[in-house]
């Protein structure tokens, strides 16, 4: 697929040490995914980053639910909620982008995840879909209309952030070489799915 790499924004998902082999919720084969990124982050003019900000008391973490373990789902007010192993905490070396990344080219790095009553996956709304991050109204002043991804995890906070970015309007596509899942109970399948429906474009070679 060709990019239009002066005009599209890259936008690359939690490439953070926690993410990767070693880290507290780390994806199979995570850190495979920095050369992609860093290539593609070479190609494009514009590049922005996300990245996992949590305090250490936040409620998606398991340890802070009595008799709860991690990967087990518990209703929160603004719907299901999965619980992690405490993870991307501010200030930590695992909250870190990974050392390899060629972070230096991002225009804009989002945290998100900060609140810490509210979990947030997407890179344009939190959990509950109604807060922003200002990724959108960032993207829409700067004139993009497409926007390129690729990070970690494909099921979660990379699906979440491609279904929300339909939502808002802007073309979208996903670097699946540039992307590793975590396929929790199925849900790599689903995030593929629902991508697919919403009109997301895959591209599988950078």
């Not at 973490?61 to 009595?66: E, K």
């Amino acid at each position: 697929m060709a990019f239009d790499t002066a005009r599209d924004l890259l936008l690359l998902i939690d490439i953070q040490n926690d993410f990767c082999p070693g880290g507290a919720l780390a994806v199979a084969d995570g850190d495979s995914v920095v050369p992609v990124a860093n290539r593609l982050a070479g190609q494009f003019e514009h590049v922005a980053a996300t990245q996992d900000w949590h305090p250490a008391d936040h409620f998606s973490f398991a340890t802070h639910h009595a008799g709860r373990a991690p990967f087990e789902s518990i209703d929160a007010p603004y719907g299901p909620q999965t619980l992690w192993p405490d993870h991307c905490v501010q200030g930590t070396g695992g909250a870190a982008f990974h050392p390899d990344l060629d972070i230096g080219r991002a225009e804009v790095i989002v945290r998100k995840g900060y609140r810490p009553d509210l979990d947030s996956y997407s890179a344009f709304f939190e959990n509950d879909q109604r807060t922003p991050t200002g990724l959108g109204g960032y993207c829409r002043e700067r004139g993009f209309e497409r926007i390129v991804m690729a990070g970690l995890a494909t099921d979660f906070c990379v699906a979440w952030s491609a279904l929300d970015a339909r939502r808002l309007g802007f073309e979208v596509t996903v670097v699946l070489e540039g992307c590793r899942a975590i396929d929790l109970d199925g849900s790599l399948d689903k995030a593929l799915h629902d991508m697919r429906a919403a009109g997301v474009e895959f591209d599988r070679a950078a």
